[in-house]
């Protein structure tokens, strides 16, 4: 089944450091590489990676061409992304010696989406598919509302989560994908354990991933809960680690695979993508994780089953 992302694009300025910037601290980092990036470009990425089929509608702004590059690279129709004469979207990203990153966006056109538009790219993906969404770009309330009235399928990583998220009609999400401070953020709740049982209280209609860094991830698919850890690598970089989570998490979803092969496949990719630097470029092949599964590189990981 289609994917069609209406997703951000940013070039990544990667800058890594030995510790990150401290407020009115000046020092030299160690340096500087430029990817392209952008949790919708990474997303899109990670999924035709995975073997889906996926269209990247979003508008493109100047400086931003390596971006539309790497899509068509990495075989994303492009056909549905509009070129315009403003400036592209960026992310100032340090990286620390043991590879966690801090990122500063700057929108541009990722924010700059009309709803003539998104509306144009709705009617050409047609009514047969999963439309995926990240809270970088503007008018995300309404994709969700106009792919929701088409009968299609809504997944909405809500990363970066603020207070827009909150307004957003989430319970016409098929997926919600949370990171632990975007679950807690959204549901409302102090402690991690809570995440899942108040956002199954709030929007009783949607399936939930959380995702939980180096503790693994966890999912809720309307009937049970299933659980998984993480594999223990080398981390180099972590940027495009969730990304790369969730585009292997959705091919799987919309291909048949049980929830335990998502959530596996899922995680292995992200344990590969760490061990690597830059965003998209971080993202394996799905040839590089069926081996790794198959042939237990990484060791096994099970994933608990429970009822809900
Ligand atoms: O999730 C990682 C991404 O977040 C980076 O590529 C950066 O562009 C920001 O969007």
């Known amino acids: ?32 590489n430029k990817y392209c990036g952008g949790k919708g470009l990474n997303q899109s990425i990670a999924a035709a990676k995975a073997g889906n089929e996926v269209c990247h509608a ?16 990495n075989g994303v129709d492009t056909g549905m992304i509009q070129e315009s004469a403003d400036t592209c979207g960026h992310a100032i990203i340090q990286v620390d010696e043991k590879g966690q990153n801090c990122i500063l966006l700057y929108g541009g056109t990722n924010r700059a989406l009309t709803k003539e538009f998104i509306d144009n790219a709705l009617d050409s993906f047609g009514n047969n598919g999963l439309v995926l969404l990240q809270n970088e770009t503007n008018l995300v309330g309404y994709i969700i509302e106009r792919a929701a009235e088409k009968g299609l399928m809504v997944a909405l990583n809500a ?25 807690k953020q959204i549901a409302g709740c102090e402690s991690d354990d809570d995440i899942i049982d108040t956002l199954r209280a709030k929007y009783p209609n949607c399936k939930i991933l959380l995702t939980l860094g180096s503790r693994g991830a966890c999912c809720y698919d309307g ?4 659980t998984i850890g993480c594999h223990k690598v080398d981390v180099v970089d972590t940027t495009a680690a969730g990304d790369t989570f969730t ?9 048949g695979y ?13 344990a590969v993508c760490v061990g690597r630097n830059g965003a998209s470029d971080s993202v394996p092949l799905k040839s590089e994780i069926d081996d790794i599964i198959k042939n237990n ?12």
Request: with cysteine; aromatic share 10%.
């Open 1 to 32: 089944m289609k994917i069609l992302n209406i997703g951000s694009l940013n070039v990544d300025y990667v800058y890594k450091v030995d510790k990150f910037l401290l407020p009115g601290e000046t020092k030299s980092s160690l340096s500087l």
């Open 58 to 73: 979003a508008v493109l702004g100047v400086g931003g061409e390596m971006l539309k590059e790497a899509l068509d690279k």
């Open 159 to 183: 990363a970066p989560a603020n207070d827009d998220v909150l307004g957003y009609p989430i319970d016409k999400l098929t997926w919600l994908i949370v990171n632990e401070v975007e679950g």
């Open 223 to 226: 009937s049970k809960l299933y």
């Open 247 to 255: 585009g292997y998490f959705l091919y799987g979803v919309l291909n």
């Open 258 to 270: 049980s929830m335990e092969e998502c959530l596996r496949m899922a995680t292995t990719a992200s």
């Open 297 to 308: 590189k990484y060791g096994r990981l099970e994933v608990a089953v429970k009822d809900m």
